[in-house]
């Protein structure tokens, strides 16, 4: 039976908060823990490995599985940051690439070496729609998977919302290409745009149409990995709340919704969703 994980982002547990302390990474671990998330995502550059190791022994003692968000800013950094992933047996390594060819063609030779080294060590390999990376512009990813066809996504769809400065409702034409994109993604993250910004409160009345438009889009994207793997697959989705200067905030630097909460009802979001299509499927196939 294919299984759904949903993780959260170490990053998005940051607070930056100038009027509340940090959470230790301990404290960050047992929350995710205790919610019942299934892992953490970690965002390494090279720069950090020898930090990051350090956190080894959390995700033992809390039994949350690892995924790893790699910042790789020149073609030899891969292979590090693919062996630290599988030292804390990471589920995958999805690329934000500091390389960033201005021509598409450019960036495939880059690609593709990556692709071999992730093969060669047996790990999964996706990269990210985010802006200022690789995968910066929506219209250039949709050329560079073109030119790509083994290149597997993670859609944080937000980032092209912004990038485009998308209106709402969508059109067909720009329908199509999100369609693209998620019919190449491995991977789902839970965050909601509007055209302006990257990160909007969820619970807001003014960024409902566009909580709708996310909702939507995972769906979408859910059900075609669903119809495309195997039976004992398994999706990750990332709940990845970013801290400010993410997340808006008031003019004494007080966020102004509860990220926590925010991740918890997406979470919830996405598991009814997943039950919905299991529930559809099972309809299909009748008795």
């Known amino acids: ?117 992730a093969e060669k060590m047996n790990m999964s390999l996706l990269f990210e729609t985010h802006r200022d990376g690789l995968l910066n512009d929506l219209f250039f990813t949709l050329q560079l998977i073109d030119l790509v066809p083994e290149m597997r996504l993670c859609a944080d769809l937000s980032h092209f919302v912004v990038d485009r400065e998308m209106r709402a409702p969508i059109s067909e034409r720009d329908q199509a290409y999100i369609s693209t994109i998620l019919e190449r993604s491995d991977c789902f993250q839970g965050r909601v745009a509007n055209r302006e910004q990257v990160q909007v409160q969820i619970d807001f009345p003014q960024h409902q149409e566009w909580v709708s438009i996310f909702r939507n889009w995972w769906r979408q994207g859910m059900r075609s990995w669903r119809l495309r793997n195997a039976a004992d697959a398994e999706l990750v989705f990332l709940c990845e709340l970013g801290p400010p200067p993410y997340a808006m905030t008031d003019g004494e630097r007080r966020e102004l919704s509860d990220r926590w909460d925010e991740s918890l009802k997406i979470r919830d979001w996405v598991q009814e969703i997943w039950a919905d299509l299991e529930a559809e499927e099972a309809a299909t196939a009748g008795p």
């Open 1 to 117: 039976m294919q299984e759904l994980k949903i993780y959260q982002s170490l990053w998005g547990m940051e607070l930056r908060n100038p009027y509340v302390p940090e959470r230790s990474s301990e404290e960050c671990f047992r929350m995710v823990a205790e919610a019942g998330f299934d892992g953490m995502c970690i965002d390494p550059a090279t720069g950090d490995i020898a930090d990051l190791r350090q956190l080894g022994p959390l995700y033992r003692d809390f039994q949350l599985g690892c995924m790893v968000n790699a910042f790789p800013d020149d073609p030899d950094d891969m292979q590090p940051l693919l062996e630290f992933a599988d030292e804390l047996d990471a589920c995958m390594v999805n690329v934000i690439s500091g390389v960033m060819p201005i021509r598409p063609e450019d960036a495939v030779p880059v690609v593709r070496r990556w692709i071999r080294e």
